[in-house]
């Protein structure tokens, strides 16, 4: 699904689903939400209110009708024009009552918002709530492609949640798939205060995150999924088979050192990356309401798209009976 605004951010939205759509097979509908009009707050005439009200939605369908015509036919699904005081409400409404309808919601990172954060207000709350995975694009992103994706991992069973969607993506587009994770120099949780770089081994970092990863792998993807070690550390491959079926993919580890998790994903990401794929839930995930700490920052001030998945409350209740703890100085070898 892409909501649009008829904005250049939500144009960018459509084109990208466009491409998506003919690489995966899928169909897209588009959805254009309209203000609802008790939110003027000045005396209108009613039947002057609701000639108005249809002739938006008039114009508005016209509108939803030539843009899908620039998909091919087997792409196109349906327009939806709804009434909301919120566009974001509206969203997830609409999400709500098509039940598996919706693999993807697709946004423009910024539509007619003029913050100054990365993503604007309606693309925001919907990533908050979403029970869909939501993809904020960028107006780079059809020329740059997507060669690498970026998946931030704090070593926990849910921040792994982000690899089924992102080997979707990765079939789709060839990309190559890098995880990410971010050693916070004076986090209490990695094992105690005081932490310095030249404390950390980076090298068995690296080996218990592979210990975690298959572990992960044996417990979620029953066998079909791999991990093969390669000849050099962080240079690995993810095999999936399925029947007769076998795919791989290249898998990267990067290990950074930092102050702050979220800047130094949004650092590595602005120069190596095409696209941030994580859950809005790593290890501190159970201490919040909507997004980890972590995510919020990412999706607020990473320039590159984002791909946010939020976990399902059977995955939550599973990742706590699996979940191991983070990587600290005192869990290494």
Same mark, same amino acid.
């Given at each position: 699904? @892409?909501?649009?605004?008829?904005?250049?951010?939500?144009?960018?939205a459509? %084109?990208? =689903? !466009?491409?998506?759509? @003919?690489?995966?097979?899928?169909?897209v509908d588009?959805? !254009?939400?309209?203000p609802?009009? +008790?939110?003027l707050m000045? $005396?209108?005439?009613k039947?002057?209110l609701a000639?108005?009200?249809?002739?938006?939605r008039?114009?508005? %369908?016209?509108?939803?009708?030539?843009?899908l015509?620039?998909?091919?036919?087997?792409?196109?699904?349906?327009?939806?024009?709804?009434e909301?005081?919120?566009a974001?409400?509206?969203?997830?409404?609409?999400?709500?009552?098509?039940?598996?309808?919706?693999?993807?919601?697709?946004?423009?990172?910024?539509?007619?918002?003029k913050?100054k954060?990365?993503?604007?207000?309606?693309?925001?709350?919907t990533?908050?709530?979403s029970?869909?995975p @939501?993809l904020s694009?960028?107006?780079?992103?059809?020329?740059?492609?997507?060669?690498?994706?970026?998946? $931030?991992?704090?070593?926990?069973?849910?921040?792994?949640?982000?690899?089924?969607?992102?080997?979707?993506?990765?079939?789709?587009?060839?990309?190559?798939i890098?995880?990410?994770?971010?050693?916070?120099?004076?986090?209490? @949780?990695?094992?105690?205060?005081?932490?310095?770089? *030249?404390?950390?081994?980076?090298?068995?970092?690296y *080996?218990?995150?592979?210990?975690?990863?298959?572990?992960?792998?044996?417990?979620?993807?029953?066998?079909?999924?791999?991990?093969?070690?390669?000849?050099?550390?962080?240079?690995?491959?993810?095999?999936?088979?399925?029947?007769?079926?076998?795919?791989? +993919?290249?898998?990267?580890?990067v290990?950074?050192i930092?102050?702050?998790? /979220? /800047?130094?994903?949004?650092?590595y990401t602005s120069?190596h990356?095409?696209?941030?794929?994580?859950?809005? /839930?790593? /290890?501190?995930g159970?201490? !919040?309401l909507?997004?980890?700490?972590? =995510?919020e920052?990412?999706?607020n001030?990473?320039?590159? $798209?984002?791909?946010?998945?939020k976990p399902? $409350? %059977?995955? +939550? %209740?599973?990742a706590?009976?699996?979940?191991?703890?983070?990587?600290?100085?005192?869990?290494?070898?």
């Open positions: 699904m @892409v909501p649009t605004d008829f904005s250049r951010g939500s144009e960018y459509r %084109a990208f =689903a !466009h491409r998506m759509a @003919v690489r995966f097979g899928a169909r588009l959805i !254009h939400v309209i609802s009009t +008790f939110e000045i $005396p209108v005439d039947k002057l000639e108005l009200g249809e002739k938006l008039q114009e508005a %369908a016209q509108k939803l009708e030539i843009s015509m620039n998909y091919d036919e087997e792409n196109r699904g349906d327009l939806w024009v709804v909301d005081r919120k974001s409400e509206a969203i997830l409404k609409h999400v709500k009552e098509n039940p598996g309808r919706y693999d993807l919601i697709i946004m423009g990172a910024k539509g007619t918002d913050s954060m990365r993503r604007g207000g309606t693309t925001i709350r990533i908050r709530t029970p869909v @939501v694009v960028d107006s780079n992103l059809l020329k740059r492609g997507v060669r690498n994706l970026i998946l $931030p991992v704090d070593s926990s069973p849910l921040s792994f949640g982000s690899l089924p969607m992102a080997l979707t993506i990765a079939k789709g587009f060839g990309s190559e890098t995880l990410l994770y971010v050693m916070e120099i004076y986090a209490g @949780v990695m094992g105690g205060s005081g932490l310095h770089p *030249e404390d950390v081994q980076q090298e068995k970092i *080996e218990r995150m592979m210990e975690k990863l298959e572990h992960h792998l044996k417990t979620r993807f029953s066998g079909k999924l791999q991990l093969i070690r390669g000849e050099k550390r962080y240079n690995d491959t993810l095999v999936y088979v399925d029947g007769e079926t076998k795919q791989t +993919f290249t898998l990267n580890t290990i950074k930092g102050h702050s998790a /979220h /800047h130094e994903i949004e650092s120069k990356g095409d696209m941030v794929v994580m859950v809005t /839930h790593g /290890h501190s159970f201490a !919040h909507f997004l980890g700490s972590v =995510a920052k990412v999706v001030y990473v320039k590159k $798209p984002v791909l946010t998945i399902t $409350p %059977a995955e +939550f %209740a599973k706590q009976k699996d979940d191991g703890g983070l990587i600290t100085r005192a869990s290494l070898p």
